[in-house]
């Protein structure tokens, strides 16, 4: 069996925390002997961070007690960086939304899907990067996906400005606020077309999920960087939340059985709105990537593309959907390879056509009931693709001991929530994920 040759360290790496970008030489290393407590930005109870000058023969660290070593660190925040992170590039891409627009739910079902589209149709394997750094994204997923057989609703706590959202380093003697990544390594499987070009196609995904307060107008400050990962975005997910529109509400009342639909029952049921217009929180947005990229005012040179992800598709695809279309549901957008359905093997192409002609549909009915919302979208880039998701396929259902919304994890079925994340892939790299540029007429 031939043995593969290591993957070559990248000559720059990125710290996903702070953006801070140094040559591997220069990592720090993280202390194991419980004597080493003490760290200059991370506190007394954190363990040591150095830079080595003795190894072991499998080449990690000694620390001051002799303990070997496994783990890196930023230089600048002395936050732990995957080892896989000097080996492979960040793909970056930002999540942004009102508050209560659903990222949470958004993010569980988007990355539940990708672990079993991305094997099954593209041939690529996902796995977390750093399960340390991904635990509440996992917690999210377990809610929505193994609470089976229960009839508790159940419901993804809101995504707070503070907590564990974020990692807190003492810098200059100065507290500040770092958004806390998720990371996933996407690798092709053998069976993968491509897969003799492995180490080009390898990719970390890093994700992030701010709460949607720290959009608001003044939230962006030096002791609070959270959204400043905007500038290394490679494409922008913004959430756009039609139960926080009352013109989608108007249309949609006596249609859905959605209470987020319902302005009865807002209170009662404990429908949370953000008190802020979504496209004033996008326009905050915007400012922000023009600002920290240094692009002029009026410029959409250098903007990364942007993806509206239209939240809770179920409570009003119907506005959206002709008969025939509303029957589908929403079929999966990719179609198997012409040259692999011969040999059975499942890789597919993102089928782009698709795809787009639904997001024409969204953009015709977000111009119909909320221009003003598509008019500042298409401020930031020339490529704003629109594409309706649900992360639950169902309704919340009221909860008659506490009036909260919640789900029933047997009836979650999300769908296209993995779709925005394909199509940047397929778009934005090169041998990824196929695709079908042609559709087919059925």
């Not at 564990?164 to 770092?178: D, H, P, R, S, W």
Request: net charge neutral.
């Amino acid at each position: 069996m031939p043995v593969e040759t290591p993957p070559r360290l990248r000559s720059q790496v990125t710290c996903p925390h702070c953006w801070h970008v140094f040559s591997p030489d220069q990592a720090l290393w993280i202390s194991e002997s419980p004597d080493l407590l003490g760290d200059s930005r991370l506190g007394e109870m954190a363990q040591q961070r150095f830079l080595p000058s003795r190894f072991d023969l499998q080449a990690n660290a000694l620390d001051a007690e002799g303990f070997s070593c496994t783990k890196l660190a930023c230089p600048h925040c002395h936050l732990m960086i995957p080892r896989a992170l000097f080996e492979t590039p960040l793909f970056f891409m930002s999540i942004v939304g009102a508050p209560a627009a659903g990222k949470s739910y958004f993010l569980a079902s988007m990355s539940w899907r990708l672990r079993k589209t991305l094997p099954r149709y593209f041939q690529y394997n996902i796995s977390d990067t750093s399960p340390e750094m991904n635990h509440r994204l996992q917690r999210y997923e377990s809610q929505q996906f193994f609470e089976t057989g229960r009839n508790r609703l159940v419901a993804i706590e809101k995504t707070e400005v503070y907590g564990e959202n974020n990692n807190t380093v003492i810098l200059n003697g100065q507290e500040i606020a770092y958004p806390q990544p998720f990371l996933f390594s996407l690798t092709p499987t053998h069976k993968h077309p491509r897969y003799s070009r492995r180490e080009t196609l390898r990719q970390i995904l890093c994700l992030y999920d701010n709460a949607g307060e720290s959009y608001l107008p003044g939230e962006d400050k030096a002791m609070l960087p959270l959204t400043r990962h905007l500038s290394r975005s490679r494409a922008i997910l913004f959430l756009y939340d039609p139960t926080q529109d009352p013109r989608f509400r108007k249309v949609c009342r006596g249609k859905t059985r959605d209470p987020q639909m319902s302005d009865e029952t807002q209170e009662s049921a404990g429908v949370r709105r953000s008190q802020t217009r979504q496209e004033l929180i996008l326009s905050e947005m915007i400012l922000r990537v023009r600002t920290h990229l240094g692009i002029e005012s009026d410029s959409q040179e250098n903007a990364p593309p942007l993806v509206v992800v239209i939240t809770k598709a179920d409570a009003w695809a119907h506005l959206l959907l002709d008969s025939k279309l509303e029957k589908m549901k929403f079929a999966p957008p990719w179609r198997p390879v012409a040259s692999f359905v011969e040999t059975n093997d499942s890789h597919c192409a993102l089928d782009v056509p698709a795809i787009e002609k639904t997001s024409s549909r969204c953009r015709r009915l977000l111009l119909k009931l909320a221009p003003e919302f598509v008019g500042t979208a298409e401020q930031l880039s020339r490529d704003v693709t629109y594409v309706p998701v649900s992360a639950t396929g169902i309704a919340p259902s009221i909860d008659p001991a506490t009036g909260a919304l919640g789900f029933k994890p047997d009836s979650i079925h999300p769908y296209w929530v993995e779709v925005p994340v394909l199509y940047t892939l397929a778009k934005q790299t090169t041998g990824m994920i196929p695709l079908l540029q042609k559709r087919e007429e059925s």
